[in-house]
């Protein structure tokens, strides 16, 4: 359903101070593939950059030009007080269809009561929002993703506060778009999560540590180097050089090839996660 997600030098940041530095790497169609790392170590940034929320300082993503693409942000970036209801927000995903001020058919309203039916909340459409627990407030979320149908789905923190049932059912959903040939990128925290659900990761620490298969990114040693690289990283150092002329991307790898200091991390290496389709 989607290309390649390729992503050439990229470095990401606000006000020329840089949150991930000079990132290469390579997301093939179809993967499922977690974003992992310390606090603070650019996750969300880079996931919003795919989103495109966020402009490169310098490097640039392609594969995602006339794609769409289904973005969830952190729960604590949304407003659950907003008097709308939970069948009005879920039809929010149909806005490709309709537009901003279209209306809505019986089949598309009834594909939102399947949606909602799908993530386990049949009959709840007429309720407001903010009466919704935060297990439930997800779960409409992910209805909303469904009725999308964007071949690209990012998710940052999507299991965060919910329990443990929430999880896992949702978790079942991402398996199912998953094995629709949609590539789906989450960021998370949970490092059992991701050994037990996602096959492919890449691990930042304001650069890229590894990408590629799960088992072997995930390391004592990978997440030793990303603790330290982002412990190591001066927020108050000075603005990044951005005159360094983008250059080829080096070889594709499973595991880093570069080498740098650790005040001023710069990745040269391509990383290639191969395709997660079961």
Request: aromatic share 4%.
């Amino acid at each position: 359903m989607s290309t390649a997600i390729e992503l050439h030098n990229l470095t990401l940041g606000y006000e020329r101070h840089p949150a991930v530095h000079h990132v290469s790497a390579t997301v093939p169609s179809g993967s499922l593939v977690a974003v992992v790392g310390p606090n603070g170590a650019g996750k969300s940034t880079l996931v919003k950059a795919l989103a495109g929320l966020v402009r490169p300082m310098q490097g640039h993503i392609t594969g995602l030009a006339g794609q769409r693409v289904a973005y969830l942000p952190q729960r604590d970036d949304m407003d659950h007080s907003f008097p709308i209801t939970v069948a009005d927000m879920v039809a929010m995903g149909l806005w490709h269809e309709v537009g901003a001020l279209g209306g809505f058919s019986r089949a598309q309203r009834q594909r939102c009561a399947d949606a909602l039916a799908q993530v386990g909340l049949a009959g709840f459409g007429q309720r407001t929002i903010a009466t919704l627990s935060g297990g439930q407030f997800q779960r409409a979320l992910f209805a909303r993703l469904t009725l999308q149908d964007a071949p690209v789905i990012l998710l940052d923190e999507p299991f965060a506060g919910v329990d443990t049932r929430t999880s896992r059912d949702l978790l079942d959903l991402l398996h199912t778009w998953h094995g629709q040939g949609r590539t789906v990128l989450a960021v998370l925290h949970d490092m059992d999560q991701v050994r037990g659900h996602f096959p492919h990761t890449l691990l930042l620490a304001r650069e890229l540590v590894a990408a590629g298969a799960t088992e072997e990114v995930l390391t004592e040693a990978n997440l030793q180097r990303a603790r330290r690289l982002n412990e190591a990283f001066d927020d108050d150092a000075p603005e990044c050089d951005l005159t360094e002329p983008d250059g080829p991307p080096a070889q594709v790898a499973h595991t880093p090839t570069h080498t740098h200091t650790p005040t001023h991390p710069r990745a040269h290496a391509h990383q290639h996660l191969h395709e997660a389709h079961p």
